[in-house]
């Protein structure tokens, strides 16, 4: 069966950091662009950051830039997402996608709650 699993969401403290993994099965991420994905209640799903396949070549959405950083261990066919300095506005279900040609994956999503 082809999946991503998501995991490492929780409950932090504002300032607090978390490491989301998203683990493949069924499929190699070698040659996927991966990307990290978030929803907030009441707003569109939004694209966080991205990691290219071939060159490793990241890009980040502004508001992320700096606290958060994104990796990929191909051994553990896992991508990682360390989101530092977290704020009450990242707040949210993320997602992560890989994306090759015609073949698009996505997760389950994992919460990450923001709060003091």
């Known amino acids: 069966q082809l999946q991503l699993v998501e995991s490492g969401g929780g409950l932090v403290q504002p300032g607090g950091s978390l490491r989301l993994s998203c683990a493949a099965s069924?499929?190699?991420?070698?040659?996927?662009?991966i990307g990290w994905f978030r929803q907030a209640p009441g707003k569109e799903r939004e694209g966080v950051v991205c990691i290219n396949s071939g060159d490793g070549t990241t890009y980040y959405v502004d508001s992320v830039k700096g606290r958060f950083t994104i990796s990929r261990d191909n051994a553990k066919n896992t991508v990682y997402l360390q989101m530092n300095s977290l704020k009450p506005s990242d707040t949210a279900v993320y997602y992560c996608?890989?994306?090759?040609?015609?073949?698009?994956?996505w997760g389950q999503g994992t919460q990450v709650v923001v709060s003091s």
């Open positions: 069924g499929f190699s991420l070698d040659y996927y662009t």
């Open positions: 996608n890989a994306q090759r040609f015609d073949s698009n994956y």
